[in-house]
């Protein structure tokens, strides 16, 4: 379908808006909305958090009575269903639009049906502009609803050499300052964090988002989501005084073994959640941490692990994105490595990872890499 240059700028307007919500409308994707008429925007909104009004209701509040005969830009096709709100569908035909343009269709089936409602109400409907932008908004949205599991960041700090910790398990800090801030972002745009237990107990992070590191605009409100903390933990031998367990927001435990009630009924005291899972051999399952995490509706996931739970996930091909923070500096071969590999022997062994960006983040790089296709 072709779209004139105007129905572009629009829609890319729609797109920054909804940009707004990256960090606060978990579970729900983020979306943004642009009225126009007569070649003028009269309305704009986005989505900011579940349960709010969606992107096109605050669009058509701003645009009261000028929303009559417009056009929409809707970056998600306008639901059709009845939840926490009413159908967007209903509220664009009640407000009398003529027009509307949207960037994908809904791959939520309670959330489809908007665009045969609008068209069923006499209201011209297109879709497809800029629909890769829209995609790579909200890729854990689109991987839950399509499998039912979320979007997987791996993030690692190493060094020039490969290194992310010293023999002993010392590792702060590699990166600089900028890189962590930009990890706290990773963080809040994240419906869960996943580490290990090795890395809850040695490292003694609390995984949260902190608000004095904040670099964009605030939260809605100053509302900061935290997202849900999750430690793989097959025995139970998390300390219940681990900043993982006490520090503000959720935190879930994760285990294989039900037969330790006596940590169970400590780490609940505490706070957490207890929730056992299935094995893959000695360890827990990860495509089982996955489903789980997907029930929960968590649409992207960030491991901020060590080597041997981050080998297990590249091994598995469950890592989406690798995002490796990288410093100028050499840690020595007796370090402990980027991610724990069986040993690979012949080069056709090797997994290849494709880059998709890299930036300067102070004096530390960081590279967004992928699974490369096979061919």
Not at 120 to 146: H, K, T, W
Not at 260 to 282: F, P
Not at 294 to 323: Q, T, Y
Request: overall charge negative.
């Amino acid at each position: 379908m072709s779209f004139a240059v105007d129905d572009r700028r629009h829609m890319a307007h729609a797109l920054q808006l909804a940009r707004q919500g990256l960090y606060t409308t978990d579970p729900n994707p983020r979306v943004g909305c642009v009225l126009t008429r007569d070649g003028a925007v009269v309305g704009t909104g986005w989505h900011q958090r579940a349960g709010a009004p969606h992107a096109e209701r605050h669009a058509l509040a701003v645009a009261g009575e000028a929303a009559r005969g417009a056009s929409a830009y809707v970056t998600l096709e306008p639901c059709a269903h009845t939840g926490r709100t009413a159908p967007c569908a209903d509220a664009l035909i009640e407000a009398g639009v003529a027009r509307v343009v949207m960037a994908m269709a809904d791959p939520n089936p309670a959330g489809a049906g908007g665009a045969a409602r609008l068209r069923a109400a006499g209201i011209a409907v297109e879709s497809g502009l800029l629909e890769d932008e829209a995609r790579a908004l909200n890729p854990g949205f689109l991987r839950r609803m399509a499998t039912g599991r979320p979007w997987v960041r791996l993030k690692l700090a190493a060094s020039l050499d490969g290194r992310t910790a010293m023999a002993s398990g010392e590792s702060q800090w590699i990166t600089g300052a900028a890189a962590r801030d930009d990890v706290q972002h990773l963080r809040a745009r994240s419906s869960a964090v996943v580490t290990g237990r090795g890395t809850a107990v040695m490292d003694r992070p609390s995984l949260t988002v902190r608000p004095q590191q904040w670099r964009y605009p605030d939260y809605p409100d100053g509302d900061v989501r935290q997202p849900l903390r999750v430690v793989l933990d097959r025995t139970l031998a998390t300390p219940v005084d681990t900043p993982l367990i006490t520090a503000a927001g959720g935190a879930l435990l994760l285990c294989t073994d039900a037969a330790h009630e006596q940590q169970r009924q400590a780490l609940e005291a505490a706070g957490a959640e207890v929730q056992t899972l299935s094995a893959d051999q000695d360890r827990i399952s990860l495509a089982a941490v996955l489903d789980e995490l997907g029930r929960r509706a968590c649409n992207e996931v960030l491991f901020e692990c060590g080597a041997e739970l981050a080998g297990d996930l590249v091994r598995a091909g469950l890592a989406d994105e690798l995002m490796v923070y990288m410093a100028p500096t050499l840690l020595g071969s007796g370090a402990r490595p980027l991610v724990a590999l069986p040993e690979l022997k012949q080069m056709s062994q090797q997994i290849r990872l494709e880059l998709r960006d890299l930036r300067h983040l102070g004096d530390d790089l960081r590279l967004t890499l992928a699974p490369a296709p096979s061919d």
